[in-house]
């Protein structure tokens, strides 16, 4: 069996747009905020994990610093450049 939830001091404005979006899917109001109870619930999850491996991906590797002044050319025409990335995918 579900828990049941009870919100007090709802500003009625907010009560009442809450009923007009659950009319406008077809959908009880109950069934409507189960729904997006679930959804905040769902992304709060999303949210926790992203938090979890984000910090996980930090820890175990180094950030690569960011310059402080603007790229400089390399010296290279684009043919050299791409003769180059081929190069490199073929000897791997």
């Known amino acids: 069996m579900g828990v049941t939830v ?3 001091d709802l500003d009625p404005a907010v009560n009442d747009r809450l009923k007009e979006a659950a009319a406008a899917k077809g959908l009880s109001y109950s069934e409507y905020l189960r729904r997006e ?3 905040i619930a769902e992304k709060l999850r ?3 994990r992203w938090n979890e491996v984000s910090s996980a991906s930090r820890s175990t590797r180094e950030r690569p ?4 002044e603007p790229w400089r050319p390399l010296g290279m025409s684009t043919d ?7 190069e490199d995918r073929d000897n791997r």
């Open 65 to 68: 610093s960011v310059p402080t």
């Open 80 to 86: 050299e450049i791409v003769a180059s990335l081929h």
């Open 46 to 48: 999303i949210d926790e």
């Open 37 to 39: 109870l679930t959804r």
């Open 6 to 8: 009870q919100v007090r």
